[in-house]
């Protein structure tokens, strides 16, 4: 090409290499070379929603899901209060009222023994009527005898939750000590009571009411230190 070639000529000469470098890159996209980022999220979308169809209904719930606790910025994954204990505080304690010289396999037998026995007997789940015949044995107030000026003044005052549960159990006991000459074993003897309190024939309440009445007598004492 000379110098004097028209510069119309060069242009359309420029275009037209142009064009035909062009072709060749088109042709080897659509033919599977970098594809655009739309089709990249598109095929990573895909694949993830096909992922997490075969994972079990229960995981791909928790996984698009998370718990209310996790999502509001919660240390744990659960609340504390959505984690059950590992044994029931009141089947606990009422073991532990059984047990005698420190042997607790012995009355944690004896706990097993007295709900299946409460279960043949009535054909019902045990552990409500056990708490049932401790909350209707347990009072609510306890009284102390105090020394003031030669005299003693009785004070009314309130229990825990815990020393309510406590005192309930202990009675229960003790009622059930009055069959223990008959030679009945301990744990029919307390299965029996169990089912005499639920009944409202044993002598609990006999006691419940005489700690009420008393209370109520020195209810006057209750701010006295």
């Keep these: 090409m000379s110098l004097r070639t028209p510069i119309s000529t060069v242009r359309r000469t420029f275009a037209s290499s142009v064009k035909q470098l062009a072709e060749p890159a088109t042709a080897s996209t659509q033919q599977g070379g970098f594809s655009p980022l739309r089709d990249l999220l598109a095929s990573s979308s895909t694949s993830t929603s096909s992922s997490s169809s075969t994972l079990p209904s229960g995981s791909s719930a928790f996984l698009t899901s998370p718990p209310t606790d996790i999502a509001q910025g919660s240390s744990r994954g659960y609340g504390v209060h959505s984690i059950p204990p590992i044994v029931d505080p009141t089947l606990d304690l009422f073991t532990n009222c059984l047990m005698k010289d420190g042997k607790k396999d012995d009355a944690q037998k004896m706990t097993s023994r007295i709900l299946s026995m409460l279960h043949q007997s009535t054909n019902l789940s045990p552990q ?6 401790i909350i209707l044995s347990s009072p609510s107030i306890k ?32 009622a059930s000590e009055k069959g223990r000459k008959g030679g009945q074993p301990r744990d029919q003897r307390i299965s029996k009571e169990i089912l005499n309190v639920l009944e409202g024939q044993s002598d ?15 209810r006057s004492n209750m701010t006295a230190r």
């Design 143 to 174: 009284v102390l005898s105090m020394r003031k000026s030669a005299k003693t003044i009785l004070t009314p005052r309130a229990l825990t939750e815990r020393q309510r549960t406590r005192q309930g159990i202990a009675w229960l006991l003790k």
């Design 128 to 133: 409500p009527l056990l708490k049932q015949a």
């Design 204 to 218: 609990v309440f006999k006691w419940l009411e005489e700690r009420h009445k008393v209370a109520y007598l020195n």
